[in-house]
């Protein structure tokens, strides 16, 4: 990977797949500049310790997370993790801004797992769709869900034409049917695309469906 300037992307859910990824990769060289060689699929299960050595590893691990995934399958994080563990879960407002958001979809079992702003949702309430809650204390504000979901992915992925509306950077963006910064937070899942523009183009458009 480091002659082919690829990053790597590791995909560990539980806490002793992700604490072997750190020990094998944290005091690597870095082979790639403005984005990180390596990133965490998923890091479902974060320690205190865990997250300390994310923030001071040489390589500069990056961490993409999906909230979509508690907020779907709250009953089986409950059946098959201890306490201990479901504390662990989902750390997005731990993590700092050492990461993104993403759907993994079709990955879970919603019925729109690609929606961002379910994970939007989840990630700011941390409500599941079983009425119950994971990790109150983890919700983070809607503009930094949004940011995860945008500038701070497109960054970790190494898309330097996207993530931001700024000149010199490629116009690929979607309009919102509602302005989605000033929805009540329990409101936030019901958000959908009016249309999408690729280039400046209109691609697609809700009103042509």
């Avoid at 504000?141 to 993530?163: C, E, H, Q, S, W």
Wanted: proline share 5%; aromatic share 8%; hydrophobic share 40%.
């Amino acid at each position: 990977m480091n002659g082919n300037k690829l990053q790597v992307a590791v995909h560990a859910m539980g806490d002793a797949a992700i604490q072997r990824v750190i020990d094998v990769c944290q005091d690597l060289d870095p082979w790639l500049e403005g984005q990180p060689s390596v990133r965490i699929e998923h890091a479902s299960l974060l320690s205190d310790s865990m997250l300390k050595e994310l923030k001071g590893a040489k390589i500069g691990l990056a961490v993409s997370t999906q909230p979509i995934f508690f907020f779907a399958e709250e009953d089986s994080y409950r059946q098959f993790l201890s306490a201990g563990q479901l504390k662990m879960a989902y750390r997005i407002k731990s993590l700092d801004k050492e990461n993104s958001l993403s759907s993994d979809a079709p990955c879970t079992p919603w019925a729109e797992p690609d929606s961002p702003f379910y994970g939007i949702y989840a990630a700011v309430t941390r409500h599941t769709a079983a009425g119950g809650f994971i990790n109150e204390d983890e919700g983070i504000p809607v503009v930094r869900a949004i940011l995860a979901y945008t500038r701070d992915a497109a960054k970790m992925g190494g898309f330097v034409n996207n993530g931001t509306l700024t000149p010199g950077k490629d116009a690929d963006f979607v309009i919102l049917d509602r302005d989605i910064f000033s929805q009540k937070a329990e409101d936030l899942a019901k958000v959908k695309p009016a249309s999408t523009w690729i280039g400046g183009e209109k691609v697609w458009s809700q009103e042509k469906k």
